[in-house]
């Protein structure tokens, strides 16, 4: 009897795009959480600083912390960030959201460009699992499109894709979505994404870690599994790998 993965593959019609998750699916919720996260809190007053000095930076700056003023506004214990949406004043709260993992697009905006020195300085590398890259390539050669879906920024996937120590992956990637085309967890999101590919939902299978993202895929009408890295093989409805597919 086919493994659910073979099940999956084998259903009508044959996924004609793969949107994949980052964190937990595609690579090691640890890389995030003890590598980027901290590199991003420690480098966050020396980035605003020089961001603030360079005239493109600085508007980029301007932009991200207007849209994080309004977001302040709704919140409960933040730390003070006087005359908001003064960047000068920002850093605390920036901190406070870190800490909180909070899936803001202007937080994200702002740690991807803190990151995107940390990759070209050589102090980070990407990860990934050992089998995402073979089933890329393998979804690739059945003509299948491969596209991320993260709550990180756009530029942060590409930095993480394209900084692995096996090379660049970027090549073999067809997009990328953020948080800019809408949350996660609302079934709307991945209607959108559908369309941009020119796809209908039903054409995309979507993996991810998290069940409530698999759940509002799947009410989008999309085709979509949860994967589950500790697991040692697939289980009934769960993936422990891309292997099988």
Known sequence: MANFGEQVQKRDPAPKAYLLDIEGTTTPIEFVTKTLFPYAARELGPFLRESLNDPQ???????????????YEKETGAPEWPARPDPQGAQGYLEWLIELDRKSTALKS?????????YQSGRIKGEVYDDVWPAVRRWKGSGAKVCIYSSGSVLAQ???????????????????????TGPKRDPESYRRIASTLELTPADVLFLSDVQEEVDAAIASGMRAVRIDRGLTEDASGVLASFRSL
């Open 57 to 71: 930076e600085r508007l980029a700056l301007i932009s991200d912390c207007c849209l994080l003023s309004d977001e």
């Open 110 to 118: 702002i740690q991807g460009r803190i990151w995107e020195y940390g």
């Open 158 to 180: 590409r930095l993480l894709f394209s900084h692995l120590p096996e090379g660049d992956m970027t090549a073999d990637l067809d997009g990328y979505f953020d948080t800019t």
